[in-house]
């Protein structure tokens, strides 16, 4: 079994995981975080996350397989086990907002909220028994005990926080660093209250508040993609910056044609905060899915996110960016088509 430096016994998280540069490629799933992706993110001297979100185990063994034949740097994401309970009336009620939809694509929409946990157990095993460098969990907290065989195994474990309290329940817990997400980050926003909207605070200023309350190592999230931003984020006391939106139009990035596309697009003018796809808060270029559907859509995470991926996998397929989810964080504008490498370079490159 290969054994990682635990974070909890080194004075500096970076050095511990043999970063050179203070930069991570985040953990996109649905498709945009390929092996490709994290090894790219590897060469240029950061770290990058496998996404291990909506894939079986036996898909996650097979790209930890890929880039561990490239790299020993990188890290996976878990989406832990926080559903968002729908009540069966208001998913048939959005279901039925769906249905002119689902008649244009032709594709055909669940009767009943599909609710799972995503492989969470066979995924902690599968990482117990073959380690990587570093787990970071999403959608809520997982047991001391799951934190505690990660760590056994020599993985550093990294909790994704979105405010003090959650960052003062995830120091309870063991947990080795925190993933401090602010809410102008693209794709899902990862709180563990998401009936409550985003607070409105920039990245620095959460990072900030979270540092003075909470004494473990930081890696910060939302909205970055230019070097001033990393400089001022790392100045605010975070160890490293993790960037998603900024990569996405890359060769190595699984992202949708469409998706690349919709963020070159100048007329996308803005994002939105939407829960019209997944039932859970997302930020995603505005498009007439959510200009039609977030006012309508209950909270229900995974229910809305089964029901609406037919739409989305169809609309994808026919080249239809209107009915897709369009995950980009506010600085989606700096989005380019060069080489990861070339992008993650760039935004350290002064530092």
Same mark, same amino acid.
């Given at each position: 079994?290969?054994?990682?430096?635990?974070?909890?016994?080194?004075?500096?998280?970076?050095?511990?995981?043999?970063?050179?540069?203070?930069?991570?490629?985040?953990?996109?799933?649905?498709?945009?975080?390929?092996?490709?992706?994290?090894?790219?993110?590897?060469?240029?001297?950061?770290?990058?996350?496998?996404? +291990?979100?909506?894939?079986?185990?036996?898909?996650?063994?097979?790209?930890? +397989?890929?880039?561990?034949?490239?790299?020993?740097?990188?890290?996976?994401?878990?989406?832990?086990?926080?559903? !968002?309970?729908?009540?069966?009336?208001?998913? &048939?009620?959005?279901?039925?907002?769906?249905? #002119?939809?689902?008649?244009?694509?032709?594709?055909?929409?669940?009767?009943?909220?599909?609710? #799972?946990?995503?492989?969470?157990a066979e995924k902690?095993?599968?990482?117990?028994?073959?380690?990587?460098? !570093?787990? @970071?969990?999403?959608?809520?907290?997982?047991?001391?005990? #799951?934190?505690? &065989?990660?760590?056994a195994a020599g993985?550093?474990?990294?909790?994704?926080?979105?405010?003090?309290?959650?960052?003062?329940?995830?120091?309870?817990?063991?947990?080795?660093?925190? /993933?401090?997400?602010?809410?102008? /980050?693209?794709?899902?926003? *990862? =709180?563990?209250?998401?009936?409550?909207?985003?607070?409105?605070?920039?990245?620095?200023?959460?990072?900030?508040?979270?540092?003075? /309350?909470?004494?473990?190592?930081?890696?910060?999230?939302?909205?970055?993609?230019?070097?001033?931003?990393?400089?001022?984020?790392?100045?605010?006391?975070?160890?490293?910056?993790?960037?998603?939106?900024?990569?996405?139009?890359?060769?190595? @990035?699984? /992202?949708?044609?469409?998706?690349?596309?919709?963020?070159? #697009?100048?007329g996308r003018t803005?994002?939105?905060?939407?829960?019209?796809?997944?039932? &859970?808060?997302?930020?995603?270029?505005?498009?007439?899915?959510?200009?039609?559907? =977030?006012?309508?859509?209950?909270?229900?995470?995974? *229910?809305?996110?089964?029901?609406?991926?037919?739409?989305?996998?169809?609309?994808?397929?026919?080249?239809?960016?209107?009915?897709?989810?369009?995950? +980009?964080?506010?600085?989606?504008?700096?989005?380019?088509?060069?080489?990861?490498?070339?992008?993650?370079?760039?935004?350290?490159?002064?530092?």
């Amino acid at each position: 079994m290969t054994q990682y430096p635990s974070a909890t016994h080194q004075p500096d998280l970076l050095e511990a995981l043999g970063i050179r540069a203070p930069v991570m490629a985040a953990p996109m799933a649905g498709g945009p975080s390929t092996p490709e992706l994290v090894i790219a993110a590897a060469r240029a001297g950061g770290l990058g996350f496998l996404a +291990a979100g909506y894939k079986t185990p036996q898909q996650l063994a097979g790209q930890i +397989a890929e880039v561990r034949a490239e790299t020993e740097r990188f890290g996976v994401n878990l989406f832990v086990p926080h559903p !968002v309970p729908i009540q069966t009336g208001d998913f &048939r009620a959005y279901a039925r907002s769906l249905e #002119d939809l689902a008649r244009r694509f032709d594709v055909e929409l669940a009767a009943e909220p599909q609710e #799972d946990d995503d492989a969470w157990a066979e995924k902690v095993d599968l990482l117990v028994q073959d380690p990587v460098p !570093v787990v @970071s969990f999403t959608f809520g907290l997982p047991s001391a005990e #799951d934190i505690a &065989r990660l760590q056994a195994a020599g993985t550093v474990t990294v909790q994704t926080v979105t405010n003090t309290n959650e960052a003062h329940e995830a120091r309870t817990l063991g947990i080795d660093a925190l /993933a401090v997400q602010a809410g102008c /980050a693209g794709g899902h926003y *990862a =709180t563990l209250t998401p009936e409550r909207p985003a607070p409105d605070l920039s990245l620095p200023e959460l990072v900030r508040q979270v540092a003075e /309350a909470v004494d473990l190592p930081i890696l910060a999230a939302g909205g970055i993609s230019r070097p001033d931003q990393v400089r001022e984020v790392l100045d605010a006391g975070a160890a490293a910056v993790v960037v998603g939106t900024v990569l996405l139009r890359c060769p190595e @990035s699984g /992202a949708s044609p469409v998706h690349k596309d919709a963020l070159a #697009d100048p007329g996308r003018t803005g994002t939105t905060v939407t829960r019209a796809f997944s039932g &859970r808060p997302a930020r995603a270029l505005r498009n007439a899915f959510t200009d039609r559907f =977030t006012d309508l859509a209950p909270l229900g995470f995974p *229910a809305l996110h089964h029901l609406t991926g037919p739409i989305r996998k169809a609309a994808t397929a026919a080249g239809d960016p209107e009915a897709v989810n369009l995950w +980009a964080g506010e600085g989606f504008r700096d989005a380019t088509d060069e080489p990861a490498a070339v992008v993650l370079r760039r935004l350290t490159e002064d530092l």
